[in-house]
């Protein structure tokens, strides 16, 4: 079983950027599809980012379209979410997730384990 552990939350001003890192361990991440998702007050959780197992393509929701990169260090079992540009509207709990499936799909029911989540704060 794998287990997931997300860090690199804070607070940040609009315009900056952060970085997010899931660290995996039980497995090699890259038997995984991962997954970001994020979930602010008041709203269900919503898919970010996700990348195929073995890395073999990402997915992004359009609203993080080139500001936002998922990447997989095979080195160190982590996959990063490297966050450019930040809104306030990025402000989140954001969670990381791992399915078996080869695809990066958007629906978080189709991923099997998570993550305890890590906050995002972005002040205006």
């Known amino acids: 079983q794998v287990q997931l552990a997300e860090s690199g939350g804070g607070l940040v001003q609009a315009g900056g950027s952060l970085r997010l890192s899931c660290a995996v361990s039980?497995?090699?991440?890259?038997?995984?599809?991962m997954g970001w998702f994020r979930q602010a007050p008041g709203a269900e959780r919503e898919f970010v980012a996700a990348?195929?197992?073995?890395?073999?393509?990402?997915n992004y929701a359009d609203f993080v379209k080139g500001r936002f990169t998922i990447s997989g260090d095979n080195a160190k079992n982590t996959v990063d979410l490297q966050m450019n540009s930040l809104k306030p509207e990025d402000t989140a709990v954001y969670f990381c997730?791992?399915?078996?499936?080869?695809?990066?799909?958007?629906?978080?029911?189709?991923?099997?384990?998570w993550g305890q989540g890590t906050q995002v704060t972005v002040s205006s």
């Open positions: 997730a791992a399915r078996s499936g080869s695809q990066p799909l958007r629906s978080d029911y189709r991923y099997d384990y």
């Open positions: 039980g497995r090699t991440f890259s038997m995984y599809t």
């Open positions: 990348i195929g197992r073995g890395i073999s393509s990402t």
